[in-house]
């Protein structure tokens, strides 16, 4: 069973503020994400990644950055949070062995409140 | 770009019957993935069954089951003799397989779901 964390589980930060999200894999897995999840919305992907060192762009990337340090790192950073920045974030990877069937493994999720 | 909608917000349903949750998508791939998830009430989110689009044959996992209609671009999750305990939320997800769109997972609203005793 693959495991993900996520750290910290709840923050809150003020407008303008600096925030780091951090996720640790220790599955092996070559493929981690990062979204978040707000209401009538489901989960929408911020940014990945296929391993160390990459990155790539998702579907709601205004306002965040990544870095993929290690196979089992991926961090996301909040420069200048907003308001619009509160949400629930959750991390997750999948196994590249598996190609695009392989399903994710998410983590337990990071809620974040920008005040 | 591809799509995923899920039209029921919320089920609500008696403890050991059928429940069907429906899901449409939209994309320009001949092949492509489907998958539902579900969340539970602690924010977990695990994966449940997963359909290829180029297999015919419906998939089954455990009580679980897939009602796939590729013309109609739907995928439907069935859960038979529901318990209390698959009250969630279920998402329905999709990942193309072109090039562009890599290892991305494009996920429906959501449908929460609560099994009455």
């Known amino acids: 069973e693959a495991a993900v964390t996520q750290s910290p589980r709840n923050k809150v930060t003020v407008t303008g503020g600096n925030v780091t999200l951090s996720c640790r894999q220790t599955?092996?897995?070559?493929?981690m994400y990062w979204y978040r999840q707000d209401t009538g919305h489901g989960l929408r992907l911020i940014h990945y990644?296929?391993?160390?060192?990459?990155?790539q762009i998702g579907d709601v990337p205004d306002g965040y950055k990544a870095t993929r340090t290690t196979q089992e790192d991926f961090f996301l950073l909040l420069e200048l949070a907003s308001p619009s920045q509160t949400s629930l974030y959750f991390c997750?990877?999948?196994?590249?062995?598996?190609?695009?069937?392989?399903?994710?493994?998410f983590g337990p999720g990071t809620r974040l409140t920008v005040l | 770009a591809q799509k995923v909608t899920q039209t029921q917000t919320s089920i609500s349903v008696v403890e050991k019957t059928t429940v069907t949750m429906d899901c449409v998508y939209e994309?320009?791939?001949?092949?492509?993935?489907l998958f539902w998830y579900k969340q539970t009430a602690s924010g977990e989110i695990v994966f449940l069954i997963r359909?290829?689009?180029?297999?015919?044959e419906n998939a089954t996992v455990g009580h679980y089951s897939l009602n796939f209609q590729k013309p109609k671009s739907s995928i439907g999750l069935i859960i038979t003799a529901t318990q209390i305990e698959d009250s969630a939320v279920y998402f329905c997800?999709?990942?193309?397989?072109?090039?562009?769109?890599?290892?991305?997972?494009?996920f429906g609203g959501g449908t929460r779901l609560t099994v009455r005793p």
């Open positions: 997750a990877s999948s196994d590249a062995l598996g190609g695009l069937y392989a399903e994710q493994f």
């Open positions: 599955n092996s897995h070559n493929y």
């Open positions: 990644s296929y391993g160390a060192g990459n990155l």
């Open positions: 994309t320009r791939d001949s092949s492509y993935f």
């Open positions: 359909q290829d689009s180029y297999k015919k």
């Open positions: 997800a999709m990942r193309e397989t072109n090039n562009n769109a890599g290892a991305k997972l494009t």
